[in-house]
């Protein structure tokens, strides 16, 4: 009696976890407020951005309450792996090696790397232009993959907690380049107070052993139903024109990408 108790309380509590988990009233998002014009903390301290307003029409779709939460880029998965929130939507590339760790929902858009140098530098993208020059990126990035396996040896790599870091730096004169999103590069630095002094150099990189396969949200590999959720609302708010009133407020073009 007292084995067939215990063994009813433990089906019970299995089914109960598993309503709760797959009803997804409340969704934490993981952001990280540093990466404009995809999230970016505004003077009154709320974060605001394209990834920010993709989450509320997300949860919108999946009729759940948002819930943002605020964190540093390089604390992004160990965070979720602590159950700090439920989901990372923070323009995190879907890479072969993240996906080892967390899964990732389908893209929610796609845009290639680029470079940045100083005008009149005439520094090139190859080795013997890139010798000894020191280069900026986002530390744990894809970026700061893609220049440790393609450039090891032969340029400095300097590592950074926020892109803002990485602008301030360049513009001080202490970075040769800097490599990142081209969107963020366009909007955030490029287009601001001084960014007339630099430009893009080389090509649109988009090799897939490094940057995937476009954005995507991650979640912890035990929240299925929170993915297959996502996944739906994703293409819900795509189909449904939410997405192309969304991108509008920040670009003057398709962001979702092939």
Partial sequence: MIKRLALAFVVSAVASTAVVAKEWKTVRFGVEGAFP??????????IIGFDIDMANALCAAMQ?????????????IPALMARKYDAIIASMSITEERKRKVDFTNKYYHTPARFVRKKGSNIEINEASLKGKTIGVLRSSTFDSYISDKYQGVVNIKRYSTQDEVYLDMKAGRLDLVLGDSIPLQDGFLNKAGG????????????????????????????????DKLNAAIAKIRKEGVYDTVQKKYFDFDIYGD
């Fill in 37 to 46: 014009p995809f999230s970016e903390t505004a003077p009154d301290g709320s």
């Fill in 196 to 227: 007339d002094k630099f430009e893009f150099v080389g090509p649109k990189i988009t090799d897939k052993k490094w940057f995937g396969e476009g954005m995507g949200i991650a979640v912890r590999k035990r929240d299925k139903d929170l993915k």
């Fill in 64 to 76: 759940a309450k948002c819930v943002l939460v605020p964190q540093d880029w390089d604390g992004m």
